[in-house]
């Protein structure tokens, strides 16, 4: 069965760093491109990152540009989000999502892992 | 940036019913939009992607349709598990966007 599971959420201050990562296990990891999309309590979705199958190219949303680094290890089949200071308006749920290889859309959703960033 | 405009925010349906929803871009997105499902404490399921092709084990009720600037996704009966919350998404251009979503509540 395909899954994507996150975990490394928690509370941090303001300025502070954070590393999410997202187990994939059920389907060949390192075929398919992978994203980052967050949701702020109560709000709507926002693209955060994506990086290529074989982590050679990667894009971030200009609210996290040079503060947040997306990176994969394929032979742990595991997704990453190294996040450095961090501000309040970065409190979401994040999601890892993997990238259809047929059409252009997000296929599969990880359950997302709640950052919480508070003085 | 492609902006994305759902409406109506809110719609207030009953089973049986039908359900109209609109997104529509600031820029052509072609046939690049996909739509999403999202329920309470769930992260979104997949709907529709390029505008009109319903994703595995997507039930036939939901149907996409639209090109350019303006689409729809139409629920033709709503059952009790349809009320939700639903994002339209486009792939067209970088950066990626979202809709500010459409909930469908009874």
């Known amino acids: 069965e395909l899954q994507l599971s996150e975990s490394g959420g928690g509370l941090v201050q303001p300025g502070g760093s954070l590393r999410l990562s997202c187990a994939a296990s059920?389907?060949?990891?390192?075929?398919?491109?992978m994203s980052w999309v967050r949701q702020a309590p109560g709000k709507g979705l926002e693209w955060v990152s994506v990086?290529?199958?074989?982590?050679?190219?990667?894009y971030y949303a200009d609210s996290v540009q040079g503060r947040f680094t997306i990176s994969r290890d394929n032979t742990k089949n595991t997704l990453f989000l190294q996040m450095n200071s961090l501000r309040g308006e970065d409190t979401a749920v994040y999601y890892c999502?993997?990238?259809?290889?047929?059409?252009?859309?997000?296929?599969?959703w990880g359950q997302g892992a709640l950052v919480t960033v508070s003085s | 940036e492609i902006v994305l405009t759902q409406s109506p925010a809110t719609l207030s349906l009953s089973p049986g019913e039908r359900a109209t929803l609109s997104c529509r871009a600031s820029?052509?997105?072609?046939?690049?939009l996909v739509w999403y499902q999202q329920k309470p404490g769930q992260a979104p399921r997949l709907l529709i992607y390029d505008a009109s092709n319903r994703a595995t084990g997507i039930p036939a009720r939901f149907t996409g349709s639209g090109s350019g600037t303006d689409f729809t996704l139409t629920i033709s009966s709503l059952e009790p598990e349809d009320f939700a919350v639903y994002y339209c998404h486009q792939r067209s251009d970088w950066p990626l966007t979202f809709g500010g979503g459409t909930k469908v509540e009874l």
């Open positions: 059920g389907f060949t990891f390192s075929m398919y491109d």
């Open positions: 999502a993997r990238q259809s290889r047929t059409a252009r859309c997000w296929d599969h």
């Open positions: 990086i290529s199958a074989d982590g050679g190219s990667t």
């Open positions: 820029q052509s997105v072609t046939s690049y």
